[in-house]
């Protein structure tokens, strides 16, 4: 048996009938589905960081989200950063740091938690390669959670 589910927030109802007496059927007879969504879904706009290089002012904000992190906060330097912008605030950042054997690697990649899960951190890994021949690489700690979806990796091999 399929139950009503309530059009105020956080439920949207997947069906196009505006009925007001609309309980298991819609106005045609025909049985509504319902979608849940969570309220943070409808009240928040996804935001758009705006990527650019790091500058000179960014380089304390840097050194103390690295260090806050757990990461290495030896050989920063701020000229290797990419970051995100949200609103003006700083929201991730992440390093090509390069190698005497010209190499690269991709390092201190952080985001703040209240950015997390927005997709900031894949759009400044993808700032980072973009244009970049040769090997790079990255080293990922036993404790950090990471999780790589095949999507990215086979977009990024």
């Not at 589905?33 to 960014?58: E, G, K």
């Not at 030896?74 to 190698?99: M, S």
Request: hydrophobic share 40%; aromatic share 8%.
């Amino acid at each position: 048996m399929l139950y009503p589910v309530p059009r105020s927030p956080p439920y949207r109802a997947g069906g196009a009938s505006a009925c007001p007496a609309a309980m298991a059927d819609d106005c045609n007879g025909s049985p509504q589905r319902a979608q849940w969504q969570p309220a943070h879904r409808r009240i928040m706009r996804p935001m758009q960081p705006r990527i650019r290089p790091a500058t000179v002012n960014d380089q304390r904000a840097i050194w103390a989200w690295v260090w806050r992190s757990g990461l290495n906060p030896l050989n920063l330097n701020w000229r290797n950063f990419v970051v995100a912008e949200v609103e003006g605030q700083l929201a991730g950042f992440g390093q090509l740091r390069p190698h005497r054997d010209g190499s690269l690697e991709l390092a201190s990649l952080v985001v703040r938690p209240a950015y997390r899960r927005q997709g900031i951190g894949s759009r400044i890994v993808r700032a980072l390669l973009a244009g970049q021949q040769g090997p790079i690489y990255t080293v990922l700690r036993k404790q950090v959670a990471v999780v790589l979806r095949a999507d990215w990796l086979s977009a990024h091999p």
